[in-house]
């Protein structure tokens, strides 16, 4: 059989500082011998959200030599092409100004060009490569891509190839490093107040740390594209490549390096976990509509704790950060209220119209498989390197799992039965407590495997010395009425099930003009109010809701929110330092070894 005749893709700038470029596909003749439908993507995969790129499309036009044929809109992404002999050229213009790594941006310093907001394709043609050019954009811009190259073109097999490599063309600075056979290329776009030495040289012992965990590497090339802006930050894993996007002005502290260097570790492992391992429902694609699957939580979720794993494992965080991070979430997802409503299936299942649509009732009713996903692979982590008696844990999970389906698909069955071969339990208790269940997250599997204690701490138990000893200062601290407002503005953003301003009426949206007389022109002077009323008393609240005032009376009670600290048990024995050094790399944060728990 005959390979098919490519697509052949050319953009050209049409006006830079106005974000606007213009692309030009040719189908081959075989291609629309009896006619076709052009469609754009309406989402890129590893973004589950419907965005409706095509409302970024105008001037499309098709024509066959110099005359110009006929084109009918069938739909908001969709277009009849006319039957025709020889080749069929189609125009369109394209505007790009939303610097993401699921969108085009396009400006006189750089454009980042993202396939799937960019390229038409054919309905029932998705097996036709493309051959794609970049014409007419200054003449010191290069392109950074992770297609091969050949005669000018950038060559992709198949569509779904070519969603998954986006391009960078400008004058980014580009470096490289080889680990275990595998060229990695970096392309650094925008001025930032960061070292690149240093951000590649963490980026290459990720890498080494990832792909120790799976045995080497399932490509001979990968890019890794860094773009720096003001205030943003995001990542999108490709099969072989990455796009990240940092704050150009977030490298003043070591802080800013490890949030970058956590989001190269969870892009990178994707390279595995998602776009090689993944559930079969995650390729080939349906570009015109949501795909659904319930196995985000594994697929993204336990990606990003094993982020926090792996740049432990490669030294480029410490693990004081790392603890802080880890009790942090663990802290918001034991008191979220949609824990009690939501399983981490069902938030996978929903993630096109819940966790990409948010509303401010979200936090009461959902949770997010990335977050709650986390905090369950680090209890999964724990039940396997405690049953196991210290030999294995998640990352031998994935092992397993590369070793067993490798490229092919993977079910919610398999997990479970690498599971139980590595714990030695059965799953059906920790998937229906955690998985399919709502079940609260239980703190002891963490201790009984590394020896570490999750304290829970109330406000008032953390204030300092001279405010401890003050029981005006500890009533104060301990005033709660379940609001949370939207500084600097005293609007309701949130309000606790069943809380006491939820009891008192109390909604979302509403300000808060005046507690007990006094005007709270400000979130803080509300705060302050309900801190001067303290536990048991009774506040008086005027409050706006769509324009019209009204006036309740709540009733203060003592907050039951905690923040947690992730701290090493002195008393750990043997085995558990030794399950800690196994996980993270590092040695037990806790001081030496006690007499009489070296077991």
Same mark, same amino acid.
């Given at each position: 059989?005959?390979?098919?005749?490519?697509?052949?893709?050319?953009?050209?700038?049409?006006?830079?500082?106005? +974000?606007?470029?213009?692309?030009?596909?040719?189908?081959?003749?075989?291609?629309?011998?009896?006619? $076709?439908?052009?469609?754009?993507?309406?989402?890129?995969?590893?973004?589950?959200?419907?965005?409706?790129?095509?409302?970024?499309?105008?001037?499309?036009?098709?024509?066959?030599?110099?005359?110009?044929?006929? !084109?009918?809109?069938?739909?908001?992404?969709?277009?009849?092409?006319?039957?025709?002999?020889?080749?069929?050229?189609?125009?369109?213009?394209?505007?790009? &100004? =939303?610097?993401?790594?699921?969108? &085009? #941006?396009?400006?006189?310093? +750089?454009?980042?060009?993202?396939?799937?907001?960019?390229?038409?394709?054919?309905?029932?043609?998705?097996?036709?490569?493309?051959?794609?050019?970049?014409?007419?954009?200054?003449?010191?811009?290069?392109?950074?891509?992770?297609?091969?190259?050949?005669?000018?073109?950038?060559?992709?097999?198949?569509?779904?190839?070519?969603?998954?490599?986006?391009?960078?063309?400008?004058?980014?600075?580009?470096?490289? @490093?080889?680990?275990?056979?595998?060229?990695?290329?970096?392309?650094?776009?925008?001025? +930032?107040?960061?070292?690149?030495?240093?951000?590649?040289?963490?980026?290459?012992?990720?890498?080494?740390?990832?792909?120790? /965990?799976?045995?080497?590497?399932?490509?001979?090339? *990968?890019?890794?594209?860094?773009?720096?802006?003001?205030?943003?930050?995001?990542?999108?894993?490709?099969?072989?490549?990455?796009?990240?996007?940092?704050?150009? +002005?977030?490298?003043?502290?070591?802080?800013?390096? %490890?949030?970058?260097?956590?989001?190269?570790? #969870?892009?990178?492992? %994707?390279?595995?976990?998602?776009?090689?391992?993944?559930?079969?429902?995650?390729?080939?694609?349906?570009?015109?509509?949501?795909?659904?699957?319930?196995? !985000?939580?594994? %697929?993204?979720?336990?990606?990003? *704790?094993?982020?926090?794993?792996?740049? !432990?494992?490669?030294?480029?965080?410490?693990?004081?950060?790392?603890?802080?991070?880890?009790?942090?979430?663990?802290?918001?997802?034991?008191?979220?209220?949609?824990?009690?409503?939501?399983?981490?299936?069902?938030?996978?299942?929903?993630?096109?119209?819940?966790?990409?649509?948010? #509303?401010?009732?979200?936090? &009461?009713?959902?949770?997010? *498989?990335?977050?709650?996903?986390?905090?369950?692979?680090?209890?999964?982590?724990?039940?396997?390197?405690?049953?196991?008696?210290?030999?294995?844990?998640?990352?031998?999970?994935?092992?397993?799992?590369?070793?067993? #389906?490798?490229?092919?698909?993977?079910?919610?069955?398999?997990?479970?039965?690498? @599971?139980?071969?590595?714990?030695?339990?059965?799953? $059906?208790?920790?998937?229906?407590?955690?998985?399919?269940?709502?079940?609260?997250?239980?703190?002891?599997?963490?201790?009984?495997?590394?020896?570490?204690?999750?304290?829970?701490?109330?406000?008032?138990?953390?204030?300092?010395?001279?405010?401890?000893?003050?029981?005006? $200062?500890?009533?104060?601290?301990?005033?709660?009425?379940?609001?949370? !407002?939207?500084?600097?503005?005293?609007?309701?953003?949130?309000?606790?099930?069943?809380?006491?301003?939820?009891?008192?009426?109390?909604?979302?949206?509403?300000?808060?003009?005046?507690?007990?007389?006094?005007?709270?022109?400000?979130?803080?002077?509300? &705060?302050?109010?309900? $801190?001067?009323?303290?536990?048991?008393?009774? /506040?008086?609240?005027?409050?706006? =809701?769509?324009?019209?005032?009204?006036?309740?009376?709540?009733?203060?009670?003592?907050?039951?929110?905690?923040?947690?600290?992730?701290?090493?048990?002195?008393?750990?024995?043997?085995?558990?330092?030794?399950?800690?050094?196994?996980?993270?790399?590092?040695? @037990?944060?806790?001081?030496?070894?006690?007499?009489?728990?070296?077991?």
């Amino acid at each position: 059989m005959s390979r098919p005749a490519p697509i052949l893709a050319v953009l050209r700038p049409l006006d830079l500082s106005q +974000h606007l470029f213009e692309v030009e596909l040719t189908f081959p003749a075989e291609a629309v011998a009896q006619g $076709a439908v052009a469609a754009m993507a309406a989402w890129t995969p590893g973004s589950y959200l419907v965005r409706d790129y095509a409302r970024f499309v105008d001037r499309v036009r098709a024509g066959s030599g110099r005359k110009e044929r006929p !084109l009918e809109k069938l739909d908001k992404q969709r277009w009849r092409l006319p039957a025709s002999s020889a080749d069929l050229t189609v125009r369109y213009r394209v505007y790009g &100004n =939303d610097l993401t790594v699921r969108t &085009n #941006h396009v400006d006189a310093a +750089h454009a980042q060009i993202i396939p799937a907001p960019t390229f038409l394709y054919l309905e029932g043609q998705a097996h036709r490569p493309y051959e794609v050019r970049f014409e007419g954009f200054p003449a010191d811009w290069k392109v950074a891509s992770v297609l091969p190259k050949r005669r000018g073109a950038y060559l992709a097999k198949d569509l779904d190839t070519l969603i998954d490599s986006p391009f960078e063309v400008g004058t980014f600075r580009a470096r490289s @490093f080889r680990a275990g056979g595998t060229t990695f290329d970096l392309a650094f776009t925008g001025a +930032h107040n960061g070292d690149e030495t240093r951000i590649a040289e963490a980026t290459e012992k990720i890498v080494e740390a990832a792909g120790a /965990i799976f045995g080497g590497f399932p490509f001979d090339r *990968y890019l890794f594209l860094f773009t720096f802006a003001p205030k943003v930050r995001g990542g999108l894993e490709h099969r072989d490549c990455t796009s990240l996007i940092s704050d150009c +002005h977030g490298f003043d502290r070591p802080e800013g390096y %490890h949030r970058l260097y956590r989001l190269v570790a #969870h892009e990178f492992f %994707h390279a595995w976990n998602v776009k090689r391992l993944r559930d079969p429902l995650l390729g080939p694609f349906d570009y015109s509509r949501e795909n659904p699957i319930k196995l !985000l939580w594994f %697929h993204e979720g336990f990606t990003s *704790y094993m982020e926090h794993l792996i740049v !432990l494992r490669a030294g480029v965080v410490p693990w004081s950060l790392a603890a802080q991070d880890l009790a942090k979430g663990w802290s918001e997802q034991v008191q979220r209220p949609g824990r009690l409503e939501q399983s981490l299936e069902e938030s996978s299942w929903d993630a096109w119209i819940r966790f990409y649509k948010p #509303h401010e009732f979200s936090p &009461n009713s959902s949770v997010s *498989y990335y977050e709650k996903g986390a905090m369950v692979g680090w209890l999964m982590d724990a039940e396997i390197r405690h049953g196991s008696r210290g030999k294995a844990g998640l990352p031998d999970l994935f092992a397993r799992l590369w070793e067993r #389906h490798g490229e092919g698909g993977l079910t919610d069955a398999d997990v479970r039965r690498a @599971f139980e071969e590595l714990s030695g339990k059965p799953a $059906a208790p920790f998937w229906e407590a955690y998985i399919s269940g709502r079940a609260d997250l239980d703190p002891a599997p963490i201790a009984r495997a590394y020896g570490l204690a999750l304290e829970a701490k109330a406000l008032w138990e953390g204030l300092a010395p001279d405010e401890a000893g003050d029981p005006a $200062a500890v009533r104060r601290a301990k005033a709660w009425i379940g609001l949370t !407002l939207s500084p600097p503005a005293p609007t309701i953003q949130n309000v606790t099930p069943g809380g006491p301003a939820a009891e008192a009426g109390l909604s979302f949206g509403m300000e808060i003009l005046a507690v007990d007389g006094w005007r709270t022109a400000a979130a803080a002077d509300v &705060n302050r109010c309900v $801190a001067d009323a303290g536990p048991g008393g009774r /506040i008086a609240v005027l409050a706006a =809701d769509r324009g019209r005032v009204f006036e309740t009376s709540v009733t203060v009670a003592e907050s039951p929110e905690r923040t947690h600290r992730l701290v090493p048990d002195p008393r750990a024995g043997l085995a558990q330092r030794a399950a800690f050094a196994a996980a993270y790399g590092q040695a @037990f944060p806790g001081g030496p070894i006690k007499r009489g728990l070296r077991r």
